[in-house]
Protein backbone atom coordinates (compact mmCIF):
# COMPACT_ATOMS: atom_id res chain seq x y z
CA UNK A 1 0.00 0.00 0.00
CA UNK A 2 1.36 3.42 -1.28
CA UNK A 3 1.84 6.07 1.77
CA UNK A 4 2.56 9.59 2.25
CA UNK A 5 4.23 10.78 5.35
CA UNK A 6 4.99 14.80 6.28
CA UNK A 7 7.02 16.02 9.18
CA UNK A 8 8.79 18.59 10.11
CA UNK A 9 5.81 20.72 10.94
CA UNK A 10 5.75 23.24 13.94
CA UNK A 11 5.01 26.91 15.23
CA UNK A 12 7.58 29.15 14.27
CA UNK A 13 8.17 33.16 14.46
CA UNK A 14 7.75 35.44 11.75
CA UNK A 15 11.20 35.48 9.94
CA UNK A 16 12.30 31.88 10.85
CA UNK A 17 12.69 28.51 8.90
CA UNK A 18 11.40 24.93 8.99
CA UNK A 19 12.36 21.85 6.64
CA UNK A 20 9.39 19.87 5.92
CA UNK A 21 10.12 16.08 5.23
CA UNK A 22 8.00 14.05 3.17
CA UNK A 23 8.58 10.36 3.33
CA UNK A 24 7.24 7.15 1.23
CA UNK A 25 6.36 3.31 2.31
CA UNK A 26 5.24 0.82 -0.06
CA UNK A 27 6.54 2.89 -3.23
CA UNK A 28 9.64 4.47 -4.17
CA UNK A 29 9.98 8.33 -4.70
CA UNK A 30 12.71 8.52 -6.64
CA UNK A 31 10.69 7.05 -9.49
CA UNK A 32 7.86 10.25 -9.47
CA UNK A 33 8.00 13.82 -9.82
CA UNK A 34 6.97 15.29 -5.99
CA UNK A 35 5.21 18.29 -4.91
CA UNK A 36 4.01 20.07 -1.88
CA UNK A 37 0.49 21.51 -1.41
CA UNK A 38 -0.64 23.91 1.02
CA UNK A 39 -3.87 23.91 2.59
CA UNK A 40 -4.77 27.58 5.20
CA UNK A 41 -7.61 27.52 7.15
CA UNK A 42 -11.24 28.78 4.85
CA UNK A 43 -9.22 28.12 1.29
CA UNK A 44 -8.23 25.91 -1.40
CA UNK A 45 -5.62 23.44 -0.99
CA UNK A 46 -2.58 24.99 -3.22
CA UNK A 47 0.25 23.81 -5.08
CA UNK A 48 3.53 25.03 -3.64
CA UNK A 49 6.52 23.60 -5.28
CA UNK A 50 7.63 20.72 -7.35
CA UNK A 51 10.55 18.24 -8.54
CA UNK A 52 10.95 15.96 -10.34
CA UNK A 53 12.12 12.62 -10.79
CA UNK A 54 15.70 13.37 -11.02
CA UNK A 55 15.99 16.65 -9.12
CA UNK A 56 17.19 18.55 -11.78
CA UNK A 57 13.94 20.04 -12.18
CA UNK A 58 11.97 22.55 -9.42
CA UNK A 59 9.27 24.67 -9.63
CA UNK A 60 7.89 27.38 -7.24
CA UNK A 61 4.64 30.15 -7.11
CA UNK A 62 5.65 33.67 -6.95
CA UNK A 63 4.73 33.95 -3.32
CA UNK A 64 8.06 31.46 -2.10
CA UNK A 65 10.39 32.22 -4.38
CA UNK A 66 13.33 32.89 -2.61
CA UNK A 67 12.35 31.69 0.40
CA UNK A 68 11.54 28.03 -0.38
CA UNK A 69 13.83 25.41 -1.48
CA UNK A 70 12.63 21.78 -2.56
CA UNK A 71 15.22 19.14 -2.87
CA UNK A 72 15.19 15.19 -2.75
CA UNK A 73 17.53 12.52 -1.53
CA UNK A 74 16.46 9.38 -3.72
CA UNK A 75 18.97 7.60 -1.40
CA UNK A 76 16.62 8.30 1.58
CA UNK A 77 13.50 8.29 -0.58
CA UNK A 78 12.72 11.57 1.04
CA UNK A 79 11.91 15.02 0.20
CA UNK A 80 12.49 18.33 1.53
CA UNK A 81 10.87 21.64 1.54
CA UNK A 82 13.13 24.21 3.01
CA UNK A 83 11.15 27.27 4.42
CA UNK A 84 12.75 30.01 5.30
CA UNK A 85 12.06 34.39 5.73
CA UNK A 86 8.60 32.45 6.92
CA UNK A 87 5.22 34.85 6.92
CA UNK A 88 2.25 34.71 8.55
CA UNK A 89 0.37 34.10 5.60
CA UNK A 90 2.57 30.60 5.07
CA UNK A 91 0.14 29.20 7.67
CA UNK A 92 -1.14 26.50 6.64
CA UNK A 93 -1.09 22.04 6.44
CA UNK A 94 1.44 21.16 4.38
CA UNK A 95 0.84 18.14 2.03
CA UNK A 96 3.17 16.28 0.26
CA UNK A 97 1.97 14.44 -2.95
CA UNK A 98 2.92 12.53 -6.32
CA UNK A 99 2.73 14.56 -9.09
CA UNK A 100 3.70 15.43 -12.67
CA UNK A 101 6.33 18.13 -12.34
CA UNK A 102 6.49 19.63 -16.26
CA UNK A 103 8.69 22.81 -17.26
CA UNK A 104 7.54 25.94 -15.69
CA UNK A 105 4.33 24.90 -13.80
CA UNK A 106 3.24 24.21 -10.26
CA UNK A 107 0.79 21.58 -10.29
CA UNK A 108 -2.64 21.97 -8.75
CA UNK A 109 -3.21 18.65 -8.41
CA UNK A 110 -1.52 15.05 -7.95
CA UNK A 111 -0.69 12.45 -10.00
CA UNK A 112 -2.99 9.50 -8.05
CA UNK A 113 -5.06 11.39 -5.81
CA UNK A 114 -2.86 9.66 -2.82
CA UNK A 115 -2.62 12.26 0.50
CA UNK A 116 -0.15 12.02 3.18
CA UNK A 117 -1.85 13.32 6.70
CA UNK A 118 -0.02 16.27 6.31
CA UNK A 119 2.08 18.63 8.87
CA UNK A 120 0.55 21.70 10.25
CA UNK A 121 2.67 25.17 10.12
CA UNK A 122 1.91 27.80 11.86
CA UNK A 123 3.74 31.36 12.04
CA UNK A 124 3.33 33.52 14.35
CA UNK A 125 4.58 35.90 16.86
Known amino acids: QWQLVESGGGLVQPGGSLRLTCGAS????????IGWFRQAPGKEREGVSC????????NYIDSVKGRFTISRDNAKNTVYLQMSSLKPEDTAVYYC??????????????????WGQGTQVTVSS
Open 51 to 58: INSSGNRT
Open 97 to 114: AVVFCTPGVVPSATAFGL
Open 26 to 33: GFFLHSWG
